[in-house]
T-cell receptor
């Protein structure tokens, strides 16, 4: 149980275009979803925390208008990278938490974004 | 910003040996969690230890927590080549933040 599906697993896009990444909890309801960015051989940097039905809480330095996060249901959150630039190329990972703070995070397999 | 730091950054051992990784954090916690990441993949939850617990076991994993020192350790006993991965600790309430991670290599 507790499967999170993240899609697509990789995407290549041209500068200036937008890319949408989906994160779905398949067999549980995710009260909270988290979006992370990871550079090679580095740790996960929290981008934003998303609670169902509310606006996402963005980390300092993360542009809200560039990284649009929507958490419209208890099983789906999306991250849209708008007007992508090469510096946005990275590994993006979502995770979902079922209920309380004492619940573990369940991760998608990540999306490798390459902007050319 | 990151919540804490793991050490060592990298660890290389032989199969059968034990591996110990440490994590330090900065703020008060409700729990501390350990995760594993294989290269290019998502993370897998290993173990969660609550702030009122001092030690927890799961199979070959043993986690300790010292809230007075704001530190935790993860011990993997009788390591296997398949344990090769990066290991991260994470803490947070409505925000879950990860440490820098330890890259473990287990040589067969």
């Amino acid at each position: 149980g507790a499967v999170v599906s993240q899609h697509p697993s990789w995407v290549i896009c041209k500068s200036g275009t937008s890319v949408k990444i989906e994160c779905r909890s398949l067999d549980f309801q995710a009260t909270t979803m988290f979006w992370y960015r990871q550079f090679p051989k580095q740790s996960l940097m929290l981008m934003a925390t998303s609670n169902e039905g509310s606006k996402a809480t963005y980390e300092q330095g993360v542009e809200k208008d560039k990284f649009l996060i929507n958490h419209a249901s208890l099983t789906l959150s999306t991250l849209t990278v708008t007007s992508a630039h090469p510096e946005d190329s990275s590994f993006y990972i979502c995770s979902a938490r079922q209920s309380s703070y004492n619940s573990p995070l369940h991760f998608g397999n990540g999306t490798r974004l390459t902007v050319t | 910003s990151q919540q804490g730091e793991e050490d060592p950054q990298a660890l290389s051992i032989q199969e059968g040996e034990n591996a110990t990784m440490n994590c330090s954090y900065k703020t008060s916690i409700n729990n501390l969690q350990w995760y594993r990441q294989n290269s290019g993949r998502g993370l897998v939850h290993l173990i969660l230890i609550r702030s009122n617990e001092r030690e927890k076991h799961s199979g070959r994993l043993r986690v300790t927590l010292d809230t007075s020192k704001k530190s935790s350790s993860l011990l993997i006993t009788a390591s296997r080549a398949a344990d090769t991965a990066s290991y991260f600790c994470a803490t947070g309430y409505n925000d879950m933040r990860f440490g820098a991670g330890t890259r473990l290599t287990v040589k067969p």
